[in-house]
């Protein structure tokens, strides 16, 4: 097909072990240019971007689109099938590529040293290359740091054709979209512009919705109160027309009530009761239209309780190997009970190898740990769902709770055959939660949430007894949470090492 653009026709699709459709009678036509896909985790975007793609056929409907289009996934496990191809080529845009993502010659033979957001931007620079018509980037800033971002929005700004774009990054989605599709299971709705424009007048629509949808109670209210009123009226009515209890010889009684019935007077509250009956159906008929979306409660209080130690951990100074004779050079760092500790620096620079190795000398006990990591492999994943799933009535109704405070629908996590990276981060950490955590250690904790459940978790994270250690890019999130940074930084005397050193907030600031 030689044109650039994608139509979903009344496109319905679920997986086999759900007991609804995921999506329902979606219908839109995307042309050239980004498109935003938003939505809670779990509400189908992934499933869209692969419909789009081609990877998954609907159940019900069609959807025409090019044969040449390529899904970036949110995994970095493997790399992508095109790298070497890419990293061999010599034709300009290659060279271009290459040069505006950042991707070096070598990064094929050491793609396990590589950190997620170095192959994050290898996948995507595959991709760009070979310049599909259509082109779905899943959750594209997961693991790049700030001057990353900035490289991939630059590659992304160049692409040609029809993009759609799944990503809780609000800059990413308000400067580089046209339009954005607002899922919200088993409807979507198109709007215009970026992300904040769109949710703006989602808010507006929900509040209009809201508006009518009381006024709706109302009428019906008062049409229950009238038509109760009539109904009373014509009770009464046929009481006066009815002669049993007046006695056969009570001629002049009778008389009454035959002139009564001869005259219909007492026939008219009957009559207006009767007419109402059509004005209440469609006073019901209106309510039950004025669909209002379900709202999950967000925020959670987090148990947690203080470590009964003088420090969480306490590390001597020394280094790390990176690979490729690269070191990380880290001072003795201790951590308090309480601290709440960021650890900041650029993809590469060795922060979840030096986590890896704080882990090795924690004096909490390890059921008393909640840690997340960067990443969780597919199998790892379906083993932790399916442990979830297994957890005795009440223990799962708990961590089922945590979760859709943390922004997502249960029922809908339960029916899922391939969790999605963000609500298996959300099982993990309800897991920790429920074992009342003595340190919580989250790496790049906003990776695959979407926008509300970033929200919902640094509403949970904000009043934890317990100590926190962050790693993640997103300074706004990390300024919220916590109050000591340690940042890791070129070294200046060692090109390619890196040395660790804490920021205070006034040197910071200056």
């Known amino acids: 097909m030689s044109g650039r653009f994608i139509r979903f026709d009344h496109v319905s699709f679920s997986y086999e072990s759900m007991t609804r459709p995921l999506v329902s009678d979606l219908s839109f036509q995307l042309g050239r240019g980004w498109t935003g896909i ?14 789009a793609a081609g990877l998954l056929k609907p159940l019900v409907g069609q959807i025409v689109a090019p044969v040449s289009a390529i899904y970036c996934r949110q995994r970095t496990d493997d790399p992508p099938t095109q790298l070497g191809n890419l990293l061999e080529a010599v034709d300009s845009a290659a060279f271009r590529i290459k040069a505006e993502l950042g991707v070096e010659s070598d990064w094929l033979d050491r793609w396990s040293s590589l950190s997620h957001g170095e192959r994050k931007r290898s996948q995507i ?63 979507a709705v198109l709007r215009p512009g970026g992300y904040s424009q769109g949710a703006q007048q989602a808010r507006l629509d929900d509040t209009t919705l809201l ?45 009454k009530i035959d002139a009564a019935r001869v005259t219909g007077k007492d ?27 379900k709202t999950y409660s967000a925020g959670i209080w987090l148990p947690g309780e203080k470590l009964n130690r003088d420090t969480q951990f306490d590390l001597p100074a020394g280094s790390l190997s990176l690979g490729e004779d690269h070191r990380l050079e880290y001072p003795d760092l201790t ?18 190898s030096l986590i890896r190795r ?32 297994n957890l005795p009535r009440g223990k799962l109704g708990h961590l089922l709770t945590i979760v859709s405070r943390l922004g997502s629908r249960p029922e809908r996590l339960l029916e899922s055959d391939e969790p999605s990276p963000g609500e298996i981060r959300k099982i993990l950490l309800a897991t920790g939660i429920t074992s009342h955590p003595h ?44 109050r000591r940074r340690w940042h890791i930084a070129s070294s200046a005397d060692r090109p390619g090492d890196f040395v660790l050193g804490e920021i205070s907030e006034s040197r910071e600031q200056g």
């Open 38 to 51: 938003v939505g809670a985790n779990g509400s189908g975007k992934t499933t869209i971007l692969k419909l």
């Open 439 to 482: 340190l919580i250690i989250m790496d790049e904790p906003t990776n695959h949430l979407d926008l509300v459940s970033i929200e919902c978790l640094e509403q949970a994270l904000a009043d934890c007894p317990c100590g926190l250690l962050l790693i993640s890019h997103d300074r706004r999130f990390l300024e919220a949470l916590t």
């Open 267 to 293: 026939a008219v509250a009957g009559k207006q009761l009767n007419q109402l009956a059509g004005r209440l159906a469609q006073a019901r008929r209106k309510l039950d239209s004025l669909q209002v979306r």
């Open 125 to 187: 620079a595959a991709a760009l290359w070979r310049d599909p018509d259509v082109l779905a980037l899943d959750e594209p800033t997961n693991h790049l740091d700030g001057d990353a971002q900035e490289l991939l929005f630059q590659a992304l700004q160049s692409f040609r054709g029809t993009g759609l774009l799944v990503s809780h990054d609000r800059r990413l989605l308000d400067d580089l979209c046209q339009q954005c599709l607002f899922v919200d299971p088993p409807d």
């Open 358 to 389: 704080i882990l090795g000398v924690l004096h909490a006990a390890p059921e008393r740990i909640t840690y997340v990591p960067q990443e969780i492999e597919l199998e790892t994943s379906r083993r932790i769902l399916t442990q979830a799933r």
């Open 211 to 255: 508006r009518r949808r009381d006024q709706a109670k109302r009428d019906l209210r008062k049409l229950k109160r009238e038509a109760g009123r009539r109904r009373d009226a014509a009770s009464q009515a046929d009481r006066r027309r009815s002669k049993r209890g007046i006695a056969i010889k009570d001629h002049d009684a009778r008389s």
């Open 335 to 352: 951590m308090m009970p309480a601290d709440r500790i960021a650890l900041t620096g650029a993809n590469g620079s060795g922060k979840s």
